[in-house]
């Protein structure tokens, strides 16, 4: 018999909800007082990634300050303290350089942080949300 897949539990400001379509009728049909064994998983999820770049693309789509998602990604991170300062002997200068957010850089919660921070940034900065929902 194959083995049941795992109860995938997501953290909200709310609690702990259950993540994908079999975790909460597996969730619901353990007894009152189970107790279970929860371990964080490794790497991001692909909506936060792809709510991200929505946001970024949609940015520039509202105004005319970036010519790319690109520029814009790379803006936020020097903007929210995601730099390494190294010196370059090319120009005999203290120089930054924009970290990496890659899936192999960044977990979910570093990611999370990030998206947070580089929201509430442009949000204050542009003076409008290009993650908002737009009305039905």
Request: hydrophobic content about 40%; some cysteine.
């Amino acid at each position: 018999m194959d083995k049941a897949p795992d109860i995938l539990l997501l953290k909200t400001s709310d609690g702990l909800q259950a993540y994908g379509a079999h975790s909460a009728p597996a969730l619901d049909a353990l007894v009152i007082g189970q107790v279970l064994t929860v371990k964080p998983r490794k790497g991001r999820r692909l909506p936060r990634n792809a709510a991200y770049w929505a946001g970024l693309h949609s940015a520039i789509e509202n105004c005319d300050v970036w010519p790319t998602p690109g520029r814009l990604h790379d803006d936020l991170k020097k903007y929210c303290g995601y730099v390494d300062e190294y010196f370059s002997p090319l120009t005999d200068n203290w120089e930054i350089r924009v970290q990496s957010t890659a899936f192999d850089k960044m977990n979910e919660s570093e990611f999370a942080a990030y998206f947070r921070k580089a929201q509430q940034r442009f949000i204050t900065e542009m003076g409008f949300d290009p993650w908002a929902r737009k009305a039905a």
